[in-house]
């Protein structure tokens, strides 16, 4: 009955600013780190329905509790002339509904953290892929085990969503219907000078219908991922190996086991925000050895006493690229399982062989409402390779066209949100082909737009 209730309460969410609310967690893609616990201090949740079922102590001394939550998402993304492995592009225009309830039973040190997904998908041309829907599943379900001072070490074993530093490499890939999950163990030690994560898991491939989603046996991943509290910021070091059965490149294909090594620092000093990382890749892929390379950067600088409060960002990305098709190398660079919005919040094509350039600017006219604009540049890193979608996807081969410029692009955003629980985003943008895409047949322009509306409690 409290679920029912909870559900029939989310019509009341826009009658209650944000300004009214008690301190609580910021719901967040990662579910099973929110700390609800605040909630058992009498009076909390009086300003909010919804908190009042969001926590329920099952022992008189709270050592055993129950935390509830959903999302509720509607998304509608339209293409005109969207660039595919084809010539030509598609326009297309479609839909995408997903439902994320979960539940978060505590047992003392014990834990089980169950979230379904449902998700849809209405309008996909030519059909709906892995990404768009996956029927009634899944999404997370596993037990965790708390041990040490303060739980300081915990184990965690199951389904459930990854994300590693920026999410360059390991990402819940939230921006699309279906996000990411992985079947495997993860072990997490905190310590005096930072945190360390160590987990062996293999991806979990999204079926059609409900209840088949299963873990795909030709990947895997393991990882050791530590990070740093200094006095100039914080740094992130870490290795990430991958296995893959069926791995296509345009030089190269068949299976592959790769070695990542990442170094990463970032920090907010004043209004002055940045995050730079270097990373490196070897390994094999068939008779061929992989040596490939990525340097990401992000630097913005906010001025808070400026009308409007703008913040000005400046990104610059290179992923290697392959060098030859006929020599024993593979350098194009992996993102491995990467974010799902990298570029932005809609861009055509992924951090594979890439050179980008990107300059933006985000003004706040109102406490809850952002806008921003965005203008990027993209080159392939070698003339030899081709271009790739955000997943990795072979979109255009190298074999066809000589000219490094693959396109700019210009995009509009917008965020709003008008209480605790309820958010409204929307973009627009149009990507210009540049050379190489002129010279290999495709010459229009991409327009996209994106809408989005998510009530999460």
């Known amino acids: 009955m409290r679920w029912i209730e909870g559900l029939c309460l989310t019509g009341l969410l826009h009658t209650l600013p944000a300004a009214a609310q008690d301190p609580l967690p910021t719901p967040t893609t990662l579910r099973y780190d929110e700390d609800w616990s605040v909630l058992a201090a009498s009076g909390i949740a009086a300003h909010d329905p919804l908190d009042a079922i969001k926590y329920t102590p099952l022992t008189d001394d709270g050592a055993i509790y129950l935390v509830i939550g959903a999302e509720l998402r509607s998304r509608y993304e339209g293409y005109a002339n969207n660039l595919t492995s084809e010539e030509t592009g598609l326009d297309d225009g479609y839909l995408w509904v997903r439902s994320l309830p979960y539940a978060d039973l505590h047992v003392g040190r014990a834990r089980f953290f169950a979230q379904p997904i449902a998700a849809y998908a209405f309008g996909v041309k030519p059909e709906a892929g892995p990404v768009d829907r996956t029927g009634l599943d899944l999404l997370q379900g ?7 001072a303060e739980d300081r070490f915990v184990i965690r074993a199951g389904r459930q969503l990854v994300s590693l530093g920026s999410e360059r490499l390991v990402g819940t890939r939230y921006g699309p219907n279906v996000p990411r999950a ?6 997490d030690a905190s310590y005096g000078i930072g945190k360390l994560s160590v987990l062996w898991a293999q991806p979990v491939a999204p079926g059609p219908h409900d209840f088949d989603d299963r873990a795909n046996k ?18 992130d070091i870490y290795y990430i190996g991958t296995r893959n059965d069926a791995a296509v490149w345009n030089s190269a294909q068949g299976e592959e086991k790769r070695q990542t090594f990442g170094l990463r620092t970032f920090a907010t000093r004043g209004n002055w925000r940045w995050n730079v990382e270097a990373i490196g890749q070897i390994g094999q892929i068939g008779e061929d050895r992989v040596r490939a390379w990525s340097i990401a950067s992000n630097v913005s600088r906010t001025f808070p006493k400026a009308p409007l409060t703008p913040t000005i960002d ?18 194009t660079f992996d993102a491995l399982y990467p974010k799902g919005q990298y570029f932005g919040e809609l861009t055509p094509i992924g951090p594979y062989n890439m050179i980008n350039a990107h300059l933006g600017a985000n003004l706040q006219p109102l406490p809850d409402l952002a806008i921003g604009v965005a203008a990027s540049d993209y080159w392939r890193h070698r003339r030899a390779d081709g271009i790739y979608s955000v997943p990795g996807g ?17 995009e509009l955003t917008m965020d709003w949100q008008p209480t605790r629980h309820v958010e409204v985003s929307a973009s627009a943008s149009t990507f210009w082909p540049g050379r190489f895409l002129n010279e290999t047949g495709f010459s229009r322009n991409i327009d996209m737009i994106a809408i989005e509306v998510t009530h999460k409690f």
């Open 142 to 148: 596993f037990a965790e085990v708390g041990m040490g």
């Open 218 to 235: 030709t990947r895997s991943i393991w990882a050791a991922y530590a990070t740093l509290n200094l006095s100039a910021g914080k740094a």
């Open 314 to 331: 400046a990104k610059f990305n290179i992923a290697s690229g392959d060098r030859s098709r006929d020599d024993s190398t593979l350098g």
């Open 182 to 187: 992985f079947d495997g163990v993860r072990f």
């Open 394 to 410: 072979l979109l255009r081969s190298g074999d066809l066209g000589t000219a490094r410029h693959v396109g700019s692009q210009l």
